[in-house]
């Protein structure tokens, strides 16, 4: 067998194996025996008929067909063993030449990655500072949680919470909406503002009757774009009462005793949360100098793959709220094929930084341990609720989700590494890099977001009150 190759663009390789005519022969004679086993031909035992039959039956290119499928992985694993290369994923059968047999094959080839000095980035790491105004920012925020919500004779307002009967129909006359008791805040800020202010300076059993289209972008798709005739009726318009800012208050917020104890609390919990998104900020901007400096050559299946594992990532995600990635495509009304094309940018660069991330892993001697991989599956399980246990049992039986899995662990580590670099830190990131854990939603490239549960937002429910059913926020 004679092999050839070609070097072709970003990390692929062409070859050209070329089969001598004994070894088409006795193949060819293997192939007619296997097809006439299946299709046996008249005058011929089951097995026993000869090639030139079978072309003439058949077809010359299908027999010949029949020849590459049954021996073309081996020709190929044999043409990668005698070069002694190593593919980065399948390989593409490109063309295949009857007389002599010869079978052109395309290669993804390993990427090559060249980091530059990255052992010599340094970067000064942000200051976190509070001030008093957000402090004082986050009490309003609080008190606001714990508002109550009083019954009044006036006309209702923008900012207050309103229960009405809502009745809406299309110009056929069929009903739409039908909602007996629908309670939201009213607000200009909502999904459909122009309900709210139809229903500003309305009083208590009121009864009011007109016209609103909805958005053509509008969530709920049955209503989008439609004008509905609505008759409304006010039941009932509660105002906003907010406590007052002070020691009784705090000690109804939680374990303080004063009112200064409670804002020494609140500046300790943002300092925290600011100093977690300066140290998560100030990561993305040291891996950020590295992709910049370094030089990667990759071919395009290794972006494909990249994909793949982010529609896996998105699919789990979904999963663990009752859902799964197909469903929630079909209610955006979207396609694989769609939210890949949305994707591929990202997921070029994440290729970029994973093979980055894995090269530093190399070069530094990182490791992950069986031990690191359970403890994170064990984590992920956690977020599916009751099903938590039958989800870790699944994810520890799959060879690609451990994998998978490790992958992160060592991305991770290999950041960690490359933050205490640039802090000048090398000594102390041994202990660093063992902080993993799964990443947050937000850090994941999740495009296809599930919608939330109604009771676990206002926010959410106030939402759906503007969009089709205004019902919906207590």
């Not at 805040?185 to 309900?195: E, K, M, N, V, Y």
């Not at 002070?246 to 609390?265: F, I, N, Q």
């Not at 197909?326 to 997921?347: F, H, P, S, V, W």
Request: hydrophobic share 35%.
């Amino acid at each position: 067998m004679k092999v050839t190759t070609e070097q072709l663009e970003h990390r692929r390789l062409g070859l050209t194996i070329e089969v001598e005519e004994q070894r088409v022969q006795e193949a060819l004679r293997a192939t007619a025996r296997q097809i006439s086993r299946v299709k046996p031909i008249p005058g011929f035992r089951p097995g026993r008929a000869p090639v030139a039959v079978m072309m003439r039956r058949l077809g010359k290119e299908a027999v010949y067909d029949a020849l590459v499928d049954e021996i073309g992985e081996t020709l190929y694993e044999e043409a990668i063993e005698q070069l002694g290369i190593k593919p980065a994923g399948r390989a593409q059968l490109e063309d295949v030449q009857l007389e002599p047999l010869v079978l052109k094959v395309t290669i993804p080839l390993e990427p090559v990655v060249e980091l530059g000095d990255y052992q010599a980035l340094r970067l000064d790491p942000p200051a976190v500072t509070i001030s008093d105004q957000e402090v004082e920012d986050n009490l309003l925020s609080l008190r606001e949680k714990n508002v109550r919500w009083e019954p009044v004779s006036r006309p209702a307002q923008l900012g207050d919470r309103v229960t009405v009967a809502l009745e809406g129909t299309n110009p056929e006359g069929e009903v739409l909406i039908n909602e007996e008791r629908a309670s939201f805040r009213l607000s200009l800020d909502a999904p459909l503002p122009s309900l709210h202010e139809q229903l500003v300076q309305m009083v208590s059993d009121e009864e009011r009757e007109f016209d609103l289209t909805y958005p053509r972008d509008s969530a709920s798709l049955n209503l989008a774009g439609q004008t509905l005739h609505f008759r409304a009726r006010l039941l009932e318009v509660r105002e906003q009462i907010l406590p007052t800012l002070d020691d009784e208050w705090a000690k109804t917020v939680g374990d303080y005793d004063s009112l200064d104890d409670l804002r020494v609390s609140v500046r300790a919990r943002l300092e925290e949360e600011a100093g977690n998104e300066a140290h998560r900020e100030y990561a993305r901007q040291v891996l950020a100098s590295v992709v910049d400096q370094a030089q990667i050559d990759y071919p395009q299946e290794l972006v494909e793959g990249t994909l793949e594992r982010m529609l896996f990532e998105q699919d789990m995600a979904l999963q663990r709220q009752g859902l799964n990635l197909d469903l929630a495509l079909r209610m955006q009304g979207k396609t694989r094929d769609q939210l890949r094309d949305e994707q591929r940018e990202e997921a070029e660069q994440r290729l970029r930084r994973s093979l980055i991330l894995g090269r530093v892993a190399e070069l530094e001697e990182l490791e992950v341990t069986p031990m690191e991989v359970t403890s994170y599956i064990r984590v992920l399980s956690s977020g599916y609720g009751d099903r938590a246990e039958q989800a870790r049992r699944t994810m520890l039986a799959s060879e690609s989700i451990q994998d998978w899995v490790r992958q992160d662990l060592l991305a991770q580590k290999a950041t960690a590494r490359l933050v205490s670099i640039a802090k000048g830190e090398v000594e102390v990131a041994e202990a660093v890099e063992e902080d993993v854990q799964p990443r947050a939603k937000a850090e994941r490239p999740e495009a296809v977001e599930a919608p939330e549960a109604k009771e676990e937002s206002g926010e959410v429910r106030e939402e759906q009150a503007g969009e089709g059913s205004p019902t919906s926020e207590e």
